[in-house]
Nanobody, 119 residues
Framework: QVQLVESGGGLVQAGGSLRLSCAASGSIFSIIMGWYRQAPGKQRELVAAISGGGSTDYADSVKGRFTISRDNAKNTGYLQMNSLKPEDTAVYYC??????????????WGQGTQVTVSS
């Protein structure tokens, strides 16, 4: 079993920055981490993802503003969000595709953290 604990959301003015963290704990051999967001009345969408080797992928709407990173030693992922816009307002969810030491692959989700950007 793996647990994901998120932190770092909050209220910020447009143009500001926030940094989200997602700490994973449990039986982890390898992990692909990602961040999704869901705004009211909209579907959950992928914001960014990072592989164990450091390859990254971003939604077009956040390219150049958001940066995903990870600390493999701590099994912790980060999402640095700069130049925030009101349309970035959403609940942000950490996700992890975990391969355990037994070889099982399971997807996990964090509890979600609210990010609100005021205009």
């Amino acid at each position: 079993q793996v647990q994901l604990v998120e932190s770092g959301g909050g209220l910020v003015q447009a143009g500001g920055s926030l940094r989200l963290s997602c700490a994973a704990s449990g039986s982890i051999f390898s992990i692909i981490m990602g961040w999704y967001r869901q705004a009211p009345g909209k579907q959950r969408e992928l914001v960014a993802a990072i592989s164990g080797g450091g390859s990254t992928d971003y939604a077009d709407s956040v390219k150049g503003r958001f940066t995903i990173s990870r600390d493999n030693a701590k099994n912790t992922g980060y999402l640095q969000m700069n130049s925030l816009k009101p349309e970035d307002t959403a609940v942000y969810y950490c996700s992890a595709r975990v391969r355990s030491w037994s070889g099982d692959v399971v997807d996990y989700w964090g509890q979600g953290t609210q990010v609100t950007v005021s205009s």
